[in-house]
């Protein structure tokens, strides 16, 4: 039976109390944007690893505070994140699909009737790297597709604090050499970032877990899709949604950095 916000909010109670004290919101617009929208591609910023443990915590008390608790969400993950300590029982909840889902999938389950959020972290195991404020590149932009496709809006719902949960650590020339065993993608990024993210719980609580939220409107339509250059287009507004994400993350930063 596919699960509401409202009946994933106890073990997102949960979570939330291991990993943070407090949140601090700025989705003023947010209770307008799921009466107006009943269906929605929502975006999130990933953070380090441990980053979608609090951040799924917090979605999902954040659509039930804002009168989304009847809504059924279902998420398309890297199939390492269901390895992630913190989130797996959470995510075996909230995702309600299976890994390898594809566009057609996410647009059928979107335009089935059943659910009506999809909820995607783009950077996937490129969280593997950087600092965990500083966007990496997505993935896959596919949930552009998939979102034109079935004629939804993309929420964006960026996150801060949950950068605390890792430590970047500079690669030494010393361990380049394994680098070079890492897939080719992954090796790419690393080179790029020139870090490595390790995991971190030594800090503590994270004292305030910092929400905003932005509605994005791809400018396709599903014709376009079918016209020579639509991967470029694609492509466009997934460096839209990238930049518009790092904005919101970076005033987070800025506004509830400090405690």
């Not at 014709?223 to 919101?248: C, F, I, K, T, Y």
Request: net charge neutral; with cysteine; proline share 7%.
């Amino acid at each position: 039976m596919a699960r509401t916000y409202t009946d994933l909010l106890p073990a997102a109670d949960r979570l939330a109390r291991l990993f943070y004290r407090e949140e601090a919101e700025g989705v003023d617009e947010l209770a307008g944007i799921l009466q107006a929208h009943p269906r929605l591609m929502i975006i999130m910023n990933h953070g380090p690893v441990l980053g979608p443990a609090p951040a799924l915590a917090a979605l999902v008390r954040t659509m039930v505070r804002h009168g989304g608790g009847d809504r059924v969400p279902f998420g398309v993950t890297w199939r390492g994140f269901h390895r992630v300590p913190g989130v797996g029982l959470l995510a075996e909840r909230l995702v309600q699909t299976s890994a390898d889902s594809g566009v057609e999938d996410v647009v059928a389950k979107l335009c089935g009737g059943t659910f009506n959020d999809c909820g995607i972290m783009p950077e996937g195991e490129y969280s593997n790297v950087g600092n965990g404020i500083d966007i990496q590149p997505f993935r896959s932009q596919r949930f552009i597709e998939a979102a034109v496709r079935a004629e939804v809006p993309v929420l964006l719902l960026a996150h801060s604090g949950t950068e605390r949960l890792g430590r970047p650590v500079p690669i030494p020339a010393s361990a380049r050499f394994l680098v070079e065993r890492l897939p080719e993608h992954l090796r790419r990024a690393v080179n790029q970032s020139g870090v490595v993210s390790l995991p971190w719980l030594l800090g503590g609580r994270i004292p305030k877990l910092g929400l905003a939220c932005e509605l994005y409107q791809p400018d396709l339509s599903p014709w376009d899709l079918e016209e020579p250059g639509s991967a470029q287009q694609v492509a466009m507004n997934a460096r839209h949604v990238r930049a518009r994400l790092q904005r919101l993350v970076n005033h987070l930063v800025l506004e509830f950095g400090e405690d």
